[in-house]
């Protein structure tokens, strides 16, 4: 009798596993389609805020909710103009206008030279030493509904600058629409030793709106 009660849990667990694996799998699958994903860091641009090889953790769920702030770091899919990939490439930038937003480069009156969004100047810690805000003046109003995004090293990105210098001063092509942005990028997770929040620098406090 201690025998067969013994052997029924057991059965019991081999014939339930495959459903408590599919069930965990499929968990997972959703997690990773509507929450959370993860993603590498294969280029530069972002340094030194974002390392090659650094992986992040993006949240794909926070911008069905909200649209993206200004010093967010985004991951978003890159048009074609951008990557040169028919078939879509995800590109990682920090958000620096958002629709309406009007920036400028650059105001000269201090010790270094800053961008100004809204009228309000900004220093940047962030960016890459030894870099300048921008590599040339410009003047632009951020559309309705699209973002003026860049990389932290500003000299290796290819950013919304990089291509309103390419397309002629063209904000449309310079900008991306918010419903191309997959998530939010939120903490670095690896290497250990590298592991931060990826919070949205004071700098960005108090900029006014359009």
């Not at 291509?163 to 250990?192: K, L």
Request: proline share 8%; hydrophobic share 40%; net charge negative.
């Amino acid at each position: 009798m201690i025998d067969e009660q013994t052997e029924k849990p057991r059965s019991s667990f081999w014939k339930e596993l495959p459903i408590l694996l599919g069930v965990a799998i499929l968990v997972a699958v959703l997690v990773r389609a509507f929450v959370l994903q993860t993603f590498f860091i294969p280029s530069p641009s972002m340094e030194n805020t974002l390392k090659i090889d650094d992986r992040v953790l993006v949240n794909k769920l926070v911008y069905d909710f909200r649209s993206p702030h200004r010093g967010e770091v985004i991951v978003f899919k890159a048009p074609t103009e951008w990557s040169g990939n028919p078939e879509g490439e995800d590109f990682i930038k920090r958000v620096i206008g958002v629709g309406g937003d009007h920036v400028v480069c650059c105001d000269r009156t201090g010790p270094q030279e800053r961008l100004i969004i809204n009228g309000k100047a900004i220093d940047e810690p962030f960016i890459f030493p030894g870099n300048k805000p921008a590599d040339q003046d410009f003047d632009v109003t951020v559309p309705k509904g699209r973002l003026w995004v860049m990389g932290d090293h500003r000299e290796a990105s290819g950013d919304s600058l990089e291509h309103w210098q390419q397309s002629g001063e063209d904000i449309t092509e310079a900008t991306i629409p918010e419903d191309q942005v997959v998530g939010r990028a939120f903490t670095i997770f690896w290497p250990v030793g590298r592991a931060t929040w990826l919070s949205v620098p004071k700098q960005f406090d108090g900029i006014p709106n359009p």
